[in-house]
């Protein structure tokens, strides 16, 4: 490669790590270690490494060069693509990335999407909205390799915006510039307002908390609470991926008179795990006391989207066998822990 090429290389992964930066300091759009980008440059996709986080990404080297001819060469074998960079991997999404053919690719769980994806209408919704884009519609299909072989085949119809059921938005383009501004026109598209939710009963909450629980420091996540429609929406179910990889399968209930552990031992027989998060019925939130970092920022990227559906509204939540799925899936479990580990740093 010659010198000018080096220099254009350098040039294009900076204006991958600053977009990528200001994307992950928005948590409308990602959440700790959710969300990738990537560019493609000569023989390479450059992109996010799995469990590292877009916030980080002006400060750390959290990008790596994966081959597009062995990543298609898999993906035409119908095989995952697997490697290792110095203990780390690339995204799981990395082969949704290979086979889009823009230079830039953007993947976000944008809080507006979400809430629009968990609709049951939802491809009449976006069809108004995104009218005079180019985009698609992909009906929830596991992360990873199955995403990528359905994308493929929109293809013919060359999009530039990807809406995924249950999962979140991408965008591409041919800079990162124009992805980046393609995608803040989605996001004007989608706004959805909040809906107003009555104040948290601090007292109450503190009562019943005990020793077992906590409460968090995010108010805005207690409309889980004291919101009758967030509360129904957020316990009913999984609404996208990475709501079960963070917290589990829905948002526990504690109905009104009922004791926190007594909620908790239900979820448990339910689920087969002890939830991380309490929405007591009338009062507000409470949080398991290790509850990590990651867990937060997703606590509150729930209470935003189920905040933004309408209160009338069909909601589609995953099956549970998808959600079993992705719980189980050794790529989830490696992502979660690279995200623990970069929290201890």
Request: hydrophobic share 40%.
């Amino acid at each position: 490669m010659s010198l000018s090429e080096h220099r254009a290389v350098g040039l294009t992964l900076e204006a991958l790590r600053q977009m990528s930066a200001r994307l992950g300091r928005d948590p409308d759009l990602i959440q700790a270690g959710g969300g990738n980008t990537s560019v493609k440059l000569h023989s390479n996709l450059w992109i996010k490494a799995s469990g590292t986080w877009l916030i980080h990404a002006d400060r750390d080297d959290i990008f790596l060069p994966v081959s597009l001819t062995a990543i298609r060469a898999c993906i035409d074998r119908n095989e995952e693509y697997v490697t290792n960079h110095h203990g780390l991997r690339p995204s799981v999404e990395a082969a949704m990335h290979a086979v889009l053919p823009h230079l830039c690719v953007v993947h976000v769980h944008s809080v507006n999407t979400l809430a629009w994806a968990s609709l049951a209408d939802s491809p009449r919704s976006f069809a108004t909205r995104l009218e005079g884009l180019k985009w698609v519609w992909i009906p929830y299909i596991h992360p990873g390799l199955p995403l990528a072989l359905s994308i493929r085949e929109t293809l013919g119809s060359s999009p530039d915006v990807i809406v995924m059921q249950n999962h979140g938005l991408i965008v591409a383009g041919d800079t990162c510039e124009s992805a980046e501004a393609l995608l803040h026109d989605v996001e004007r598209r989608l706004r959805l307002h909040m809906r107003a939710h009555p104040p948290a009963q601090i007292d109450e909450l503190r009562k019943l908390a005990g020793s077992a629980w906590q409460l968090p420091a995010d108010d805005g996540v207690h409309s889980l609470g004291t919101d009758p429609d967030s509360f129904r929406i957020a316990t009913g179910g999984t609404l996208y991926p990475d709501h079960c990889v963070y917290l589990g399968h829905a948002v526990a209930a504690c109905h009104s008179g009922q004791a926190p552990e007594d909620a908790a031992a239900r979820y448990e027989r339910q689920w087969g795990k002890r939830p991380a998060v309490l929405a007591c019925e009338g009062y507000g939130v409470l949080i398991a006391p290790d509850l990590s970092r990651a867990g937060r920022e997703m606590l509150t990227c729930i209470s935003s989207v189920v905040r933004r559906i309408p209160a009338d509204a069909e909601v589609h939540y995953l099956p549970h066998d998808q959600v079993s799925r992705l719980m189980n899936w050794d790529a989830e479990h490696y992502r979660q822990a690279v995200a623990r580990q970069m929290e201890r740093q």
